[in-house]
């Protein structure tokens, strides 16, 4: 079963810049959809983004659209967001996780049934 660490997480200011990254561990990693998730203190766990196995499909959630970008490489077994413009709302613990079934994807967190242990991102006013 696939292994998912977070790491690029931090503070920063507001309308400024932070790019995580999730590395996985098993080799058939480019067979399944990922996702970025979050959940901040208080709230429900809420859905980011999400790209397909092969990067060519990405699907944002619209409060980080145009500002966040996933992205993938399946060479290196890594999936990145890159957030842009970044607002005091967006601070929340980010997971990564990968999809249940191969080649699926979706934008509910019962899709994926792998997670990582999450990156905190705080963005101060």
């Known amino acids: 079963q696939v292994q998912l660490v977070e790491s690029g997480g931090g503070l920063v200011q507001a309308g400024g810049s932070l790019r995580l990254s999730c590395a996985a561990s098993a080799r058939t990693f480019s067979n399944y959809a990922m996702g970025w998730f979050r959940q901040a203190p208080g709230k429900e766990r809420e859905f980011v983004a999400t790209?397909?196995?092969?990067?060519?499909?990405?699907s944002y959630d619209d409060s980080v659209k145009g500002r966040f970008t996933i992205s993938r490489d399946n060479a290196k077994n890594t999936v990145s967001l890159q957030m842009n413009s970044l607002k005091p709302e967006d601070t929340a613990v980010y997971y990564c996780?990968?999809?249940?079934?191969?080649?699926?994807?979706?934008?509910?967190?019962?899709?994926?049934?792998?997670w990582g242990q999450g990156t905190q991102v705080t963005v101060s006013s």
């Open positions: 790209i397909s196995w092969n990067g060519r499909s990405t």
């Open positions: 996780a990968a999809a249940a079934v191969p080649y699926q994807r979706g934008v509910r967190a019962d899709y994926y049934n792998t």
